[in-house]
């Protein structure tokens, strides 16, 4: 039996962050949700199932697996929007007396599929999944959460780290806790789990009284910082002096984050180094918010919130909800977004007032003087920040930036620019 994650047709509710991934490369808790499948089902093939223009990206960052093959007769497929619970290997076991499909609600969750079934799906396997590839078959209710919208993630994130902090503590086996204890202040220590290698400066509080805190490998954390669970912060990040880190937060690896941030997800190497408030968003990587960035996540008069994707506008049915900004962005110093504020993929933004509640990808400015922001100088652009980290922006790199510029090319201009 083999695994395929796969993406459906519903992956552009999740823009701006899936231009540049797959919908399973999107983070929640302390991983991602194609880690979360992937490590509970131990040794079997992975195949990872992506849009076409997506498959060179997945195939150098992903060596171990199949991408958009499958070579095993009998294949346990798995929506790639699914947040796997840690025991998902029970509910869908790598074995099945006949093919089937999960549903919940009108999302297919997985599917087993062997013989003819098998190979009709083969023949399309490039082909976004759909509720019409499996009419066939018997139908099956399954509970299991998906991501539709990028604030699921938001608001799921808190009870994902709390689920994920026992199986992390068992992957990672030492817990190096005592090394810390003796100079910051530790609430609920049970709860804490400190990796390899961590250095906590003085005066640091973690409270851990509302949910776990765990700090992977090498991070640093400078003074007086303020950290409350549920949290994940990364490898190798670091959280400024002062930071106060508030709960229901997830920080990527090799991310430096500063000022005040509550219940946000942050992917990896994405900076917010200084003073300013990030709440209930969802930061791509890349991404840099500059000294002062804030962002509004109440509205005044406490109403629900409505989110401007690329094709519609969407109800949130949250009061309390921030901004999702794709990969490659940044904000100049004291730029304020408002609530339910949407950044696309590789924009520069920078404004006197409030910037757009929906800026699409390649956007220079963020305001009505905006103008479009040239692909070669992005490109140039996120070559620099990506060598800085010692990565090499690559040819695959290159082609992805040319190729999310000319598909986000309709939406810059049913905009104006």
Request: aromatic share 12%.
């Amino acid at each position: 039996m083999q695994i395929c994650i796969f993406e459906d047709e519903n992956y552009s509710n999740l823009e701006p962050l899936v231009y540049s991934r797959p919908v399973y490369d999107l983070f929640c808790g302390v991983e991602s949700l194609k880690q979360r499948i992937i490590s509970s089902y131990g040794n079997v093939k992975i195949t990872l199932h992506c849009r076409p223009y997506l498959e060179e990206a997945v195939k150098r960052n992903n060596p171990a697996c199949f991408v958009n093959r499958i070579e095993e007769s009998e294949c346990l497929f798995i929506n790639g929007r699914v947040i796997a619970p840690p025991n998902i290997s029970e509910l869908l076991p790598l074995t099945s007396s006949e093919d089937k499909v999960f549903v919940n609600e009108d999302t297919v969750v997985a599917a087993y599929l062997s013989g003819t079934n098998l190979k009709y799906k083969l023949a399309h396997l490039k082909d976004l999944f759909s509720i019409n590839d499996f009419n066939s078959l018997p139908i099956k209710i399954l509970d299991l959460k998906c991501a539709n919208y990028l604030w699921d993630m938001i608001f799921y994130n808190g009870s994902q780290i709390a689920l994920d902090f026992n199986r992390f503590k068992m992957l990672n086996k030492e817990n190096f806790i005592s090394q810390a204890e003796h100079h910051i202040r530790l609430i609920d220590k049970e709860n804490i789990f400190i990796g390899r290698n961590v250095i906590i400066k003085p005066g640091v509080v973690i409270d851990a009284s509302n949910g776990p805190v765990i700090i992977d490998d090498d991070v640093f954390i400078y003074p007086n910082s303020f950290i409350e669970g549920p949290c994940f912060i990364g490898a190798s990040t670091k959280i400024k002096a002062g930071a106060t880190i508030y709960g229901n937060t997830s920080i990527g690896k090799v991310c430096k984050i500063g000022g005040e941030v509550e219940g946000s997800i942050f992917m990896d190497y994405s900076n917010k180094q200084h003073a300013g408030f990030i709440g209930h968003s969802y930061i791509g990587s890349w991404v840099n918010l500059g000294a002062g960035t804030n962002n509004s996540d109440l509205k005044n008069n406490y109403s629900l919130i409505k989110i401007n994707l690329s094709n519609k506008v969407v109800d949130s049915n949250h009061r309390f909800l921030g901004m999702m900004i794709g990969d490659h962005s940044k904000s100049a110093i004291n730029t304020k977004f408002n609530t339910g504020t949407v950044v696309g993929f590789a924009c520069n933004i920078f404004s006197s007032g409030f910037p757009d509640k929906y800026i699409p990808s390649f956007i220079w400015g963020g305001d009505s003087s905006s103008k479009v922001y040239d692909v070669n100088k992005a490109i140039e652009t996120a070559r620099i920040v990506i060598n800085r980290r010692n990565i090499d922006f690559d040819s695959v790199d290159e082609k992805l930036f040319k190729f999310i510029f000319e598909l986000t090319q309709s939406d810059r201009e049913k905009r104006g620019y």
